[in-house]
Nanobody
Framework: QVQLQESGPGLVKPSQTLSLTCTVS??????????WNWIRQPPGKGLEWMGA???????YYSPSLNSRTSISRDTSKNQFTLQLSSVTPEDTAVYYC??????????????WGQGTQVTVSS
């Protein structure tokens, strides 16, 4: 059974950098063909894909967040990390990490973390 667990601060001040870590068990983040995603859901809004790191270590980012987002990994700990810089209150959301793959060119996330609430406020 694959399990993902997000961790990080629940409160971040505006203009700071948000850093979240996803710890994976039951699978290796280097296993083909999976992507390891960060997805968020602001209050009252839908899910927003932020970016991903592929099993091969290639990274992909949402164009709307590309300039502020960085995803990295630590294979020795089987973790991947999201950094979002210059945060504003609009970045307040529940943040999820997921395992994903492509099913006939359609992206699918088959395992999700429970999500972690991040609030941006002074």
């Amino acid at each position: 059974q694959v399990q993902l667990q997000e961790s990080g601060p629940g409160l971040v001040k505006p203009s700071q950098t948000l850093s979240l870590t996803c710890t994976v068990s039951g699978d290796s983040i280097t296993t083909s063909p999976y992507y390891w995603n960060w997805i968020r859901q602001p209050p009252g809004k839908g899910l927003e894909w932020m970016g991903a790191i592929r099993y091969s270590s290639n990274t992909y980012y949402s164009p709307s967040l590309n300039s502020r987002t960085s995803i990295s990994r630590d294979t020795s700990k089987n973790q991947f990390t999201l950094q979002l810089s210059s945060v504003t209150p609009e970045d307040t959301a529940v943040y999820y990490c997921t395992r994903g793959y492509y099913n006939h060119s359609v992206p699918v996330s088959d395992y999700w973390g429970q999500g972690t609430q991040v609030t941006v406020s002074s």
